[in-house]
């Protein structure tokens, strides 16, 4: 077997929860727990963070499995019901959905339900992304008042630059115009918004990067945020090269030693997930003592600099991410972020999720 794995510390995800519960005080915590919990594995995330309010998820498929583990509280279907069928699912599985275009609206029009179903109704404040215009929320909000399908009703935004110098004024300007009219539950703010803007922790707030230990923000470390990495991604060096003054590393001779070095191969590549575009000078672990990558990335290899690690052999410990090298660093050396980096371990199926403390 290849030395690659995501280890994954459950109890640092329990301490990420109780972190931001500190931060966002008053209001319920819906965890998104979106591509396989950013990576981290559903189920076995959800167990870690059992008592929290609220659940997040994409797919009908996904609040099963959620259910199946026992899971009481509110999920909410993200991006709704993708077909009129899964109405019926819904109900039975008594989760909160989505609404965010007409079609949906229509779903929820054509069927009778013997347990009416409770709504999160999407408003674009100008993210352009999901949502129903401002001008229609009135007419919506009675339609739905006056739907027996529909138990009740959680006004929701998304904010697009919440980690930005931008912020979010305008977008919960623009919502809050709208919801003080009503008396109804309110739901705004990802990581960044609830972690920057206390305006915006309303009856919910939905985190997501901060529960993996990850930051939202390109100049604020996760460190800061008081959340800690919850994935390690190690593997092993597999073989070593001594290099001459001049000679070149892997495809495209991308780096040339500038002096006789000895480097060090991983296994490791793009094909595990690691960012084909992260430079040389990427931080990387090799046996606890920190260095960088050279040349560029393969698909089932890297290479890391051992100038300065003399002891290091084949069978060295190597961390890509993890506890010693935030997800962060090695995103921004990519021209990515951390969500990308995560969630890409589960995309690649080869890289095992071993738990600890599970
Ligand atoms: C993914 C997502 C979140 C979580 O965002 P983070 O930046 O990971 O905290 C919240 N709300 C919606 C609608 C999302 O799609």
Redesign the pocket.
């Known amino acids: 077997m290849r030395p690659i794995k995501a280890c994954i510390n459950l109890s640092a995800l329990t301490f990420n929860l109780q972190s931001i519960k500190k931060i966002a005080k008053n209001s319920k915590v819906m965890a ?1 727990l ?1 591509a396989n919990a950013y990576g981290h594995g559903l189920i076995e995330s959800v167990k870690a963070i059992k008592n929290v309010e609220g659940i997040a998820i994409l797919t009908i498929e996904e609040a099963s499995k959620i259910r199946k583990a026992g899971y009481k509280n509110t999920i909410l279907l ?1 991006e709704g019901l993708f077909a009129a069928e899964e109405i019926y699912q819904a109900e039975k599985l008594n989760l909160n959905i989505t609404l965010h275009n007409d079609r949906q609206i229509e779903f929820l029009d054509n069927v009778v339900l013997k347990n009416p179903v409770s709504v999160h109704l999407k408003i674009n404040t100008g993210m352009n992304r999901l949502g129903f215009p401002p001008d229609q929320i009135d007419y919506l909000i009675e339609n739905l008042n006056a739907n027996p399908n529909v138990s009740d009703i959680t006004l929701m935004t ?1 904010f697009a630059s919440a980690d930005e110098k931008e912020g979010i004024t305008k977008q919960l300007d623009c919502f809050n115009r709208i919801t003080d009219n009503y008396n109804l539950s309110s739901s705004v703010a ?3 918004a609830l972690y920057k803007f206390p305006e915006s922790r309303l009856d919910w707030v ?5 529960l993996y230990g990850a930051s ?1 923000f390109e100049d604020i470390s996760a460190k800061k945020l008081d959340v800690k990495p919850v994935m390690s991604l190690v593997s092993e060096i597999i073989a070593l090269q001594d290099l001459k003054t001049g000679q070149a590393v892997g495809y495209g001779n991308n780096f040339i030693a500038k002096k006789d070095m000895r480097i060090g191969i991983v296994a490791c590549g793009y094909g595990d997930g690691y960012p084909r575009h992260a430079k040389t000078g990427t931080p990387i672990l090799v046996d606890q003592k920190k260095t960088t990558t050279i040349g560029r990335v393969s698909m089932d290899m890297l290479y890391v600099d051992l100038s300065n690690n003399p002891n290091a052999d084949i069978g060295s410990e190597v961390e890509m991410w993890g506890n010693n090298i935030p997800v962060d660093d090695v995103a921004k050396n990519s021209g990515t972020v951390g ?1 990308e980096l995560l969630c890409n371990v589960t995309a690649s199926t080869r890289v095992p999720l071993e738990y600890e403390d599970g």
């Not at 939905?206 to 901060?210: A, H, N």
Request: no cysteine; charged share 15%.
């Open positions: 998104v979106k993200l998304h990802n990581s960044a939905r985190p997501g990067i901060m939202p969500y």
